[in-house]
C-alpha cells in the first residue's frame, strides 16, 4: 500500500545478502506497493545463472536473477580485464561483476537501482553509470566496513594499492550516497563525496513497530526469566554486551573497568553475549575466568537477543570503530538504555534522544565512572528508558523503506513507469 504522495516504483537490489536484515526492508517495500527485483550470487548454484520468481520464500514475489561467480562464459571473457584490479577489489572480479549487474538491468529494465553496500557491489554499479552503461538512478549504501578505514580496531578498507583509487572513483558517480550514520558520513566527505548527494538513512530493525512495541511492554516477564536462568538476584545490577566479540567491539575496555564497577557495585553481573571469536578466546577468555560475575552466554538469535538485552539495566557499547551498533537500537526496542562510544555511529542517535551516555572511545576511566553513575541512579536510568522508545522508532522498517524511496522521488529525472 502506496503512502499518500508517492507512486509505485521498480527497484532493483544489488546484493542485498551483504546484511542479513535487509531481506525485512526488501518485504517492507513490496509491501508498500513497490516492485522488487534482486541480483544475488552463489557459488556452487549448479548454474551460470539462474532466474526464480522469488528471492528467499515462494511468495516474497521478488523476482531474482542468482549467478555464479565463478562460472559462465562471461568469467572467461572478463578475466585478462579483472587481473588487473583483483587486488585491490579484495580479490573480486570487477569488470565480471559490471557484466552481471547490466545483465540484470537489461533483464529487469528497473527505474531505480540500489547497492546494498558500497564496495562488492557499489563500486562495478557506479563504474558501469560512470561509462554510460546504467541509465536509471543509482543508490549506493555505506554500511561501516565497505568505507571505514580503522587498522586500531581492524575494521574496514586500508587504502593501500588500488583500493583508495576504485573507493573514490566510485562515490563521483551514484546520483545518491547513503551512508547508514553521521558517522560514516564523514568517512564520505573525507574521500571527495559531495555533501548534496548524501542522505543520513539509518540501518532497519528487522523487527515490525507492532512487534517492537510487544517486546517493551513485556520488558519486565523477559527480564525475569533470564535472572531465573542465570540464578541472578532479583535487586542486582547488570550489564549486558551483545555482538561478534571482536577486537574493534571494544570489551576489552570494560574488563579492565570491571573491577572499580565491583568495588562500586559488588553484586553486579555482566552478561557477556556473542561468539567466541579467534581474538576473544586468546585475550578475553583467560581473564575472564577469575570473575564468576561475568556471565559468557555463547551466541544468541532469535528472540533470545531481545530477553537477554531487556534483562540488563544498561546495555554497553565501548566500540572502537563501527558505523552503527543496531544492538544498541535493539536495546532501547526493549527499554534498555546504553552506554556506548563515541566511535560508533549510534552515538548520535543517543546524544539526540538522550537514551543512553555517550564516552570517548577507549577510555577505561570515563566508561567506568558513566556506568557507575548510572547504576547508581534509578531515575536516570528510567528517563532514558522512557527516551528509548523515540530513538527505536528512528530505526522502524516501514519508515526507513519510505525514506529510501523519497530519495528517489526527490529525484528531477525519475524515469516514468513501464
Known amino acids: 500500500m502506496l503512502w499518500k504522495g508517492f507512486r509505485a516504483m521498480h527497484i532493483l537490489y544489488l546484493h542485498p545478502n551483504a546484511w542479513t536484515g535487509e531481506y525485512a526492508v526488501l518485504n517492507e517495500l513490496t509491501r508498500q506497493g513497490h516492485r522488487l527485483s534482486v541480483l544475488e550470487e552463489k557459488r556452487k548454484l549448479g548454474a551460470a545463472r539462474l532466474l526464480l520468481t522469488y528471492f528467499r520464500s515462494k511468495d516474497d514475489g521478488i523476482e531474482t536473477l542468482w549467478y555464479d561467480p565463478g562460472r559462465g562464459i562471461e568469467k572467461l571473457l572478463t578475466w585478462p580485464l579483472d587481473r588487473c584490479v583483483k587486488k585491490g577489489f579484495d580479490g573480486r572480479n570487477l569488470v565480471h561483476r559490471m ?3 547490466r545483465a540484470a538491468v537489461n533483464h529487469f529494465r528497473p527505474q531505480a537501482v540500489i547497492s546494498s553496500e558500497g564496495f562488492s557491489y557499489g563500486i562495478p554499479a557506479a563504474f558501469l553509470k560512470r561509462i554510460g552503461l546504467l541509465r536509471p538512478p543509482l543508490l549506493t549504501s555505506f554500511i561501516g566496513g565497505d568505507i571505514l578505514d580503522c587498522p586500531e580496531a581492524e575494521v574496514g578498507k586500508r587504502r593501500d594499492g588500488s583500493t583508495g583509487w576504485l573507493i573514490r572513483a566510485a ?3 551514484p546520483e545518491l550516497l547513503r551512508p547508514v550514520s553521521p ?19 539509518p540501518s532497519h530493525l528487522v523487527l515490525d513497530s507492532q512487534t517492537v512495541i510487544s517486546l517493551h511492554a513485556r520488558r519486565d516477564g523477559l527480564r525475569d526469566v533470564i535472572r531465573r536462568q542465570y540464578a541472578i538476584p532479583a535487586g542486582a ?3 549486558v554486551t551483545l555482538g561478534g566479540n571482536q577486537k574493534g567491539k571494544g570489551i576489552q575496555f570494560l574488563l579492565e573497568a570491571w573491577p572499580r564497577i565491583l568495588q562500586a557495585m559488588p553484586g553486579a553481573r555482566w552478561l557477556l553475549c556473542g561468539p567466541r ?4 578466546r586468546r585475550e578475553i577468555e583467560p581473564r575472564i575466568a577469575e570473575f564468576p560475575s561475568i556471565i559468557s552466554t555463547g551466541t544468541l538469535s532469535g528472540d533470545a537477543v531481545f530477553e537477554h538485552l531487556a534483562a540488563a539495566d544498561l546495555h554497553v557499547n565501548p566500540s572502537l570503530c563501527e558505523s552503527l551498533n543496531m544492538v544498541t537500537v535493539e536495546a532501547a526496542a526493549v527499554g534498555t538504555p546504553s552506554i556506548t562510544s563515541d566511535g560508533a555511529g549510534i552515538a548520535h542517535w543517543v546524544r539526540q534522544y538522550n537514551a543512553g551516555c555517550v564516552v570517548p572511545r577507549g577510555d577505561v576511566s570515563e566508561l567506568a565512572d558513566a556506568i557507575i553513575a548510572a547504576l547508581q541512579s ?10 528509548c522508545v523515540d530513538l527505536a522508532k528512528e530505526f522502524s522498517v516501514e ?5 529510501l524511496v523519497e530519495c528517489f522521488v526527490s529525484l528531477p529525472h525519475l524515469p516514468a513507469k513501464k
Open 99 to 101: 557484466w552481471m549487474i
Open 171 to 173: 562515490l563521483a558517480t
Open 183 to 201: 558517522l560514516v558520513g564523514e568517512s564520505l566527505r573525507a574521500e571527495g563525496a559531495d555533501p548534496a548527494r548524501m542522505h543520513v538513512i
Open 237 to 239: 545490577p547488570v550489564l
Open 277 to 280: 571469536d579467534p581474538w576473544y
Open 378 to 387: 534509578s531515575e536516570t536510568r528510567l528517563r532514558w528508558s522512557e527516551s
Open 399 to 403: 519508515r526507513v523503506a519510505r525514506m
